[in-house]
């Protein structure tokens, strides 16, 4: 089959490649080509992810910015305050040990809460049918080779995709990645992730909740409608118990660790469950080669920040790849692509090595410790000045920032 030539290449239609498709489509217009390609035929609906993000203000910016926020906006819920908790799973008193105002400085949202179904179906329908992209789905990759002035692609029906740069989103196990050479460090947790979308009888005021219990975090993340999506990191013994309960028992579960706070709970979507591990990638890339997204940064789910993470790749990714193509330089081979990696695996390493160390304290079930924790966090809950540091470093409005993620376009 004949030979397709493109300048970018992005290996994987989530949310991080997608976010890259729309702000290069967006910069250059019909002057750019760009190929995704997926495992599965895109979806305009996901009505089985039941799946919720925590938006921090950073990436909200990155989602305004590239004009997908309007197809959000309607099924996002603004997080009021945020509540932080350390007990075991019986306590009968529960307090909050730390209560956060979820804004920034300038009065604005720190964080909202997006169905992920909502985020994969904007950011998808902000490509489609945009003459600069050509979708190869469902497709898989069956070789890859890395030449002088471009890779080729070969696919299992026998295309042979062709670009300056292939850029992989294809996630946290990245066969791509692995094709290139970049290796990883990491390791497995030894907890399962879990996540149900529910619906209370009484108000959830918009507050999200971070309960960290023995087995490991449990956070209720509020959505419209008094919706809410439950994240739920477990022991794994403990948790393949738990999905193996039928729903009512299921239920009763999630109760004792929500305590009754919001009246009774019902079902809003399918149970999603998935094993937990940290993994990073020595370096971000290589000769026309470039990770973002999970391939990039795998890390524990406990500050909610992984799809934080993508979008800040995708908006450093696009900004240098603007840059670049601007003044004609090879998008593929420059000083650009060193550019992007300083800037991306910094931040990366740190939060990936922060969530972990906060999933390892927080999960010792011991008196003397969560009494120090607690101690601290009290200590912390008194504190306003530095509360409104952490939740600037949270939202993502700190730091060297992309444009994108300043609201400012590229």
């Known amino acids: 089959m004949p030979k397709l030539n493109f300048d970018v290449a992005i290996v994987g239609g989530s949310f991080a490649g997608l976010a890259v498709a729309r702000g290069l489509a967006q910069?250059?217009?019909?002057?750019?080509?760009?190929?995704?390609?997926?495992?599965?035929?895109?979806?305009?609906?996901?009505?089985?992810?039941?799946?919720?993000?925590?938006?921090?203000?950073?990436?909200?910016?990155?989602?305004?910015?590239?004009?997908?926020?309007?197809?959000?906006?309607?099924?996002?819920?603004?997080?009021?305050?945020?509540?932080?908790?350390?007990?075991?799973?019986?306590?009968?008193?529960?307090?909050?040990?730390?209560t956060y105002d979820a804004?920034?400085?300038?009065?604005?949202?720190?964080?909202?809460?997006?169905?992920?179904?909502?985020?994969?179906?904007?950011?998808?329908?902000?490509?489609?049918?945009?003459p600069a992209v050509t979708w190869f789905a469902p497709a898989e990759i069956e070789s890859a080779q890395w030449g002088e002035t471009a890779s080729d692609l070969t696919l299992r029906d026998g295309t042979v995709v062709s670009a300056a740069l292939t850029i992989a989103a294809d996630g946290r196990q990245s066969k791509l990645r692995e094709a290139v050479g970049i290796k990883t460090v990491g390791w497995p947790y030894a907890q399962t992730g879990i996540v149900a979308r529910v619906k209370?009888?009484?108000?959830?005021?918009?507050?999200?909740?971070?309960?960290?219990?023995?087995?490991?975090?449990?956070?209720?993340?509020?959505?419209?409608?008094?919706?809410?999506?439950?994240?739920?990191?477990?022991?794994?013994?403990?948790?393949?118990?738990?999905?193996?309960?039928?729903?009512?028992?299921?239920?009763?579960?999630?109760?004792?660790?929500?305590?009754?706070?919001?009246?009774?709970?019902?079902?809003?979507?399918?149970r999603q469950s998935w094993p937990l591990d940290l993994r990073l990638p020595r370096r971000l890339i290589a000769p026309?080669?470039?990770?973002?997204?999970?391939?990039?940064?795998?890390?524990?789910?406990?500050?909610?920040?992984?799809?934080?993470?993508?979008?800040?790749?995708?908006?450093?990714?696009?900004?240098?790849?603007?840059?670049a193509g601007r003044i004609g330089l090879d998008f593929g081979s420059g000083t650009h692509l060193e550019r992007y990696q300083r800037w991306r695996r910094f931040d990366s390493a740190m939060s990936a090595t922060l969530y972990d160390g906060i999933n390892r304290a927080f999960a010792i079930d011991s008196m003397v410790l969560r009494a120090g924790r607690g101690a601290a966090l009290g200590v912390l809950d008194r504190i306003p000045s530095l509360k409104e540091l952490i939740i600037a470093e949270a939202a993502g409005v700190t730091g060297d920032l992309p444009k994108l993620a300043r609201g400012v376009a590229v």
Not at 41 to 67: C, M, N, Y
Not at 77 to 96: G, K, M, N, Q, Y
Not at 208 to 216: D, E, K, S
């Open 288 to 323: 026309r080669f470039a990770l973002v997204g999970d391939a990039a940064h795998g890390v524990h789910p406990v500050a909610g920040q992984g799809v934080n993470l993508a979008l800040r790749d995708a908006a450093a990714m696009i900004e240098i790849l603007v840059d």
């Open 103 to 130: 804004r920034t400085d300038d009065g604005s949202p720190a964080a909202y809460i997006v169905p992920a179904s909502v985020l994969a179906t904007a950011l998808y329908r902000s490509v489609a049918g945009d």
């Open 200 to 270: 209370f009888s009484e108000p959830h005021g918009a507050v999200a909740i971070q309960h960290f219990l023995p087995g490991g975090p449990f956070a209720i993340l509020p959505l419209p409608g008094n919706r809410a999506c439950i994240t739920w990191s477990a022991d794994k013994d403990e948790a393949a118990r738990t999905i193996a309960l039928d729903d009512a028992s299921f239920l009763a579960e999630l109760d004792r660790r929500i305590g009754g706070r919001f009246g009774t709970i019902s079902l809003d979507g399918p």
């Open 27 to 98: 910069a250059f217009g019909p002057d750019i080509r760009l190929a995704i390609i997926d495992r599965v035929v895109p979806a305009t609906e996901h009505a089985d992810d039941s799946r919720g993000f925590a938006i921090w203000a950073g990436a909200q910016k990155v989602l305004e910015s590239l004009g997908v926020w309007d197809g959000i906006r309607d099924a996002a819920e603004t997080v009021t305050a945020i509540e932080i908790s350390d007990s075991r799973l019986d306590d009968a008193f529960r307090p909050a040990l730390v």
